[in-house]
T-cell receptor, first 109, second 115 residues
Framework: GQNIDQPTEMTATEGAIVQINCTYQ??????LFWYQQHAGEAPTFLSY??LDGLEEKGRFSSFLSRSKGYSYLLLKELQMKDSASYLC??????????WGAGTKLIIKP | DTAVSQTPKYLVTQMGNDKSIKCEQN?????MYWYKQDSKKFLKIMFS???????INETVPNRFSPKSPDKAHLNLHINSLELGDSAVYFC??????????????FGEGSWLTVV
């Protein structure tokens, strides 16, 4: 079967750095996405990785290792507004998105 | 302008009723989707339409039927609603093609509660 694993919940302090991990087992790989979802709202696109390495976009960075089936999302200089769920999704060999259950990130002052 | 819009945002209805959720996108995308997000927060794809043709039909009950009058619309009709249908339903769209970077854009969601 196909599955995406990420921690259910994480807590971090405002101004700090947090890393959210995602491991995947899918039939083929055609890219990995990170989405942010605030409570009661729709998921919004954060980042996309298809090659190994780090993609940086402002305070957010995403890393991919295809050989390890592993990615992480790194959030720097945390702000209270970063409190949300972060969803990892992998596009498989049929170009279908397989979604993780999301990691709820709680930011404390 | 909202890129992907769906209505209604909130819907409370009784078991056994039939209801529809409408979705429209103004992004010019060829592919539209319906996702269900249950209480455990898993996003599960229900249907995908590409150029008005159904290309994915996951194992959802046949009480759920997608209807696409044109490329910009994909409505979801649900017959004989059951308690387990209570969830958030997201409409989404993306460009077509095999470009792996195609990003999916979501609507704001429709909160369905069956009582």
């Amino acid at each position: 079967g196909q599955n995406i694993d990420q921690p259910t919940e994480m807590t971090a302090t405002e101004g700090a750095i947090v890393q959210i991990n995602c491991t995947y087992q899918t039939s083929g790989f055609n890219g990995l996405f990170w989405y942010q979802q605030h409570a009661g709202e729709a998921p919004t696109f954060l980042s996309y990785n298809v090659l190994d390495g780090l993609e940086e976009k402002g305070r957010f960075s995403s890393f991919l290792s295809r050989s390890k089936g592993y990615s992480y999302l790194l959030l720097k200089e945390l702000q209270m507004k970063d409190s949300a769920s972060y969803l990892c999704a992998v596009r498989d060999s049929n170009y279908q998105l397989i979604w993780g259950a999301g990691t709820k990130l709680i930011i404390k002052p | 302008d909202t890129a992907v819009s769906q209505t209604p945002k909130y819907l409370v209805t009784q078991m056994g009723n039939d209801k529809s959720i409408k979705c429209e996108q103004n992004l010019g995308h060829d592919t539209m989707y319906w996702y269900k997000q249950d209480s455990k927060k898993f996003l599960k794809i229900m249907f995908s339409y590409n150029n008005k043709e159904l290309i994915i039909n996951e194992t959802v009950p046949n009480r759920f039927s997608p209807k696409s009058p044109d490329k910009a619309h994909l409505n979801l009709h649900i017959n004989s609603l059951e308690l387990g249908d209570s969830a958030v339903y997201f409409c989404a769209s993306s460009p077509s093609g095999e470009d792996s970077g195609n990003t999916i854009y979501f609507g704001e969601g429709s909160w369905l509660t069956v009582v």
